[in-house]
């Protein structure tokens, strides 16, 4: 079964200890992306990824850090968190994208409730 | 100004009504265009996709792009109360994909 897997899918911590969220997709998709949703702004991208080991900012990157060594992991490294990164975050997958077909295949992970405070 | 816009609703309307779902969006670089379902406390899921201008049908479903005056919309025939969820609608021009807020849509037995 095609997914994307996120861990963990809660998580409570305090400002400042560092935390590591991890997504991992089974689909072979070389298109990887971290998003943060919060009431009222929507979907917002903080990282992604075109491939191995090309990562790039996207719109709210700041106090966020990414890796892709592989192609199916992308973990989403918080190195001191505060509370304004309280949120609830996704990762997604597409296939290859920049093609017009390419975006027919994409999935989203089941999203990670994270609490900093 | 935000790069795509979406009234965030709620929209309710009737079980069987057509609902009409849209966004603006800014950037004219933008070539896919795609909405997505979100189910409470579920993640999005890819609803229909279309590359450039033109209307894509596919089943109660019709997503509709207007590039010369930047305009997605997404038309939902004969509503169901299963479709009561939050539709994004999303673009892009090649690597970053910019979001709407987001529409509630509650369609009532």
């Known amino acids: 079964e095609a997914q994307v897997t996120q861990n963990p899918r809660y998580l409570i911590t305090v400002t400042g200890k560092k935390l590591t969220v991890t997504c991992s997709q089974n689909?072979?998709?070389?298109?990887m992306s971290w998003y943060r949703q919060d009431p009222g702004l929507g979907l917002r991208q903080i990282y992604y990824s075109m491939n191995v080991e090309v990562t790039d900012k996207g719109d709210v990157p700041e106090g966020y850090k990414v890796s892709r060594k592989e192609k199916r992991n992308f973990p989403l490294i918080l190195e001191s968190p505060s509370p304004n990164q309280t949120s609830l975050y996704f990762c997604?997958?597409?296939?290859?994208?920049?093609?017009?077909?390419?975006?027919?295949?994409?999935?989203f992970g089941p999203g990670t409730r994270l609490t900093v405070l | 100004q935000k790069e795509v816009e979406q009234d965030p609703g709620p929209l309710s309307v009737p079980e069987g009504a057509i609902v009409s779902l849209n966004c603006t969006y800014s950037?004219?670089?933008?070539?896919?265009f795609m909405w997505y379902r979100q189910y409470s406390r579920k993640g999005p899921e890819l609803l229909m996709y279309?590359?450039?201008?033109g209307n894509k049908e596919d089943g109660r479903f019709t997503a509709q792009v207007d590039k010369s005056s930047k305009y997605i919309s997404l038309f939902i025939r004969d509503s169901q109360p299963s479709d009561s969820a939050t539709y994004l609608c999303?673009?892009?021009?090649?690597?970053?994909?910019?979001f709407g807020t987001g529409t509630r849509l509650l369609v009532s037995p």
């Open positions: 279309t590359y450039s201008s």
């Open positions: 950037n004219s670089a933008f070539q896919y």
């Open positions: 997604a997958s597409i296939a290859r994208p920049g093609t017009p077909s390419s975006y027919n295949e994409q999935f």
């Open positions: 689909m072979n998709h070389e298109y």
């Open positions: 999303a673009t892009t021009g090649f690597q970053k994909l910019v």
